[in-house]
């Protein structure tokens, strides 16, 4: 069956620093993946999409990376800040493209 | 714009009680889905509609019902409420398949 895996400990880094998180599937053949955050108690916000034939998409201190070969995804922050402690969620297309979710990885990071 | 609206925000049902749980939306979006969300299960897709007068099942369909009379509304049914159906529900949109879903706040229920 179709599985997304997120890494489900939460990530610690010190401000200013690059976060890195993982998104890695298995049986999918994704024609995109997408990227969302989620703050506590608020519905998930969406971030970038990034497609099967694209290896890398930019958006301000954004970065993710699509490796199909791999079946992984990167999802990158750079000079992270204490606002971005969030949970991001990779999500990739299922029956009629509507989005299928991983659990998410928490992402913390300290000034 | 208010994008997708969820009403109520918080409900607590006694086992065997009826509700819905509305959605809206004021962007024109075609898509519209209904998710739950539990602890380290991450979201779960319930019901989705592709159009007014069109839905279909997702992961988790049992128990509940939906219909799509008009393109703004997608409400959610809990037929005969059950503990294991305690979690914060999401509804999103998206004007097609493959763009980003616009998410609501969620509602979060509680049976008792």
């Known amino acids: 069956s179709q599985k997304i895996e997120q890494n489900s400990e939460a990530l610690n880094i010190q401000e200013g620093k690059t976060a890195t998180l993982t998104c890695n599937y298995t049986?999918?053949?994704?024609?995109?993946l997408q990227w969302y955050r989620q703050d506590p108690g608020r519905g998930p916000v969406f971030l970038l999409l990034?497609?099967?034939?694209?290896k890398e998409k930019r958006k301000e201190r954004l970065k993710v990376t699509f490796d199909t070969t791999l079946k992984q995804s990167l999802f990158h922050i750079t000079a992270s800040q204490p606002a971005d402690s969030a949970t991001y969620l990779c999500?990739?297309?299922?029956?009629?493209?509507?989005?299928?979710f991983g659990r998410g990885t928490s992402l913390i990071v300290h000034p | 714009n208010a994008g997708v609206t969820q009403t109520p925000k918080f409900q607590v049902l006694k086992t065997g009680q009826s509700m819905t749980l509305q959605c809206a939306q004021d962007m024109n979006h075609e898509y519209m889905s209904w998710y739950r969300q539990d602890p380290g299960m991450g979201l779960r897709l319930i019901h989705y509609s592709v159009g007014a007068g069109i839905t279909d099942q997702g992961e988790v369909p049992n128990g509940y019902n939906v219909s799509r009379s008009t393109t703004e509304d997608f409400p959610l049914r809990l037929l005969s409420a059950a503990p294991s159906q305690t979690s914060v529900y999401f509804c999103a949109s998206s004007p097609d398949g493959d763009q980003p879903q616009h998410f609501g706040d969620g509602t979060r229920l509680s049976i008792l």
């Open positions: 990034i497609r099967e034939n694209e």
């Open positions: 049986n999918y053949s994704p024609a995109y």
């Open positions: 999500a990739l297309p299922g029956g009629s493209y509507i989005p299928t």
